[in-house]
Structures are given as C-alpha cells and as structure tokens.
C-alpha cells in the first residue's frame, strides 16, 4: 500500500461563516496543505491503529502519535504509516528520525550536523563547569577555602580544561572527559 503524504500545511485564510465564528470566539486555527485538505476533515480519514508522523521538507520526523489529534501540522508534512521500525520513539526528539515517503529509518547526521551537535555540547558542559567552579574560585581568592572545596575547584577546572580542548570538527570520534564526582 503506498504511503499518502499530506502537507505542508498551512494556515487557511479563506473562512466560511461557522469557520470564521469559531476563529474568533474560541481561537481556533484551520490548516489546510495545497492541495484544501482540511486539517479537522482529513483527521476524521485515518485509522486508530496506525501511526501518524509529522516531518519537514528533509525529511526529519519532528511528531508522532497515533492519535492525530495530538499532532499541529503547521508548516510540515504528515504521513499514516504502517510500518514502524522496532526502535522507533513514539515520543521522537534531535531529529533522529527520518521519513523516505515510505518507510522510516535512523537518521544519518552529515560530518557538519555531528560538529554542531559537538559545538553545543561542549559549550553546554564548558558552561556547567564554570557555574560549579565560580564559587569554589571565590572562596580560593578570598583564601576561605577548605580542602575538600581546593581539591573539587582542581577536578572541575582540570574537566573544563579537558572540555575546552575537544575540537567539534573530529566528530563522531569525540571522548568526553568523565564529570568530576
């Protein structure tokens, strides 16, 4: 059975008079993709049994659930699969995920995605670090320090020193330093 792809989904501008009654007593929005498949009509089509993912224009599943309703499909594509892979989230979450058209598979991060995914971490953890030795530098300078507090301000700077030297563009061939205990 071939995969039916709706999408992307869009705001609806053209309202009829209950549409434009419940857009501006309750709020509500209507979507609908290029080809006026209305988001609440199109809902009322698919199975109970089947998942629904919601993926941008690469590919990427960025929302799934088996319940449509659950979904916003706003700027994005949407597609009734059958086939799941065993591995497979129900609550997907980084862009893991990518959607073919036919099947759902792992996605594969180019060597530029792997370095910014490095990049952020690093920055993450170099900034962790700097919150847990701020106040054991204080307490060093103002020479209240007690020994327990020099010997974590050494381990921490000593991590973020090890933290700063990891270069984004080796990825996925990175070793993180383990977090001082």
């Known amino acids: 059975m071939k995969t039916k792809i709706y999408g992307p989904f869009s705001l609806r501008e053209e ?70 892979p065993e591995n497979f989230k129900k609550i997907p979450t980084g862009g893991e995920w990518v959607f073919d058209g036919e099947k759902i598979t792992l996605r594969v991060y180019s060597a530029n995605e792997l370095a910014e995914q490095v990049a952020y971490k690093k920055n993450t953890l170099l900034t962790e670090a700097s919150v847990i030795i701020s106040p054991l530098q204080d307490a060093k300078e103002l020479g209240i320090a007690t020994v327990n507090e020099l010997a974590e301000l050494n381990k921490w700077m000593l991590y973020r020193v090890s933290v700063s030297r990891i270069d984004p563009k080796t990825a996925p061939d990175i070793i993180w330093p383990d977090i001082p205990a």
């Open 15 to 84: 309202l009829n008079e209950k549409e434009t009654l419940l857009a501006d007593s309750h709020g509500i929005t209507f979507l609908s993709d290029p080809k006026y498949n209305d988001w609440y009509q199109l809902q009322k089509q698919f199975s109970p049994d089947t998942l629904k993912i919601v993926f941008d224009e690469k590919g990427v599943i960025n929302a799934a659930s088996y319940d449509a309703s659950t979904l916003w499909p706003q700027s994005f594509n949407l597609a009734e699969v059958n086939f799941i």
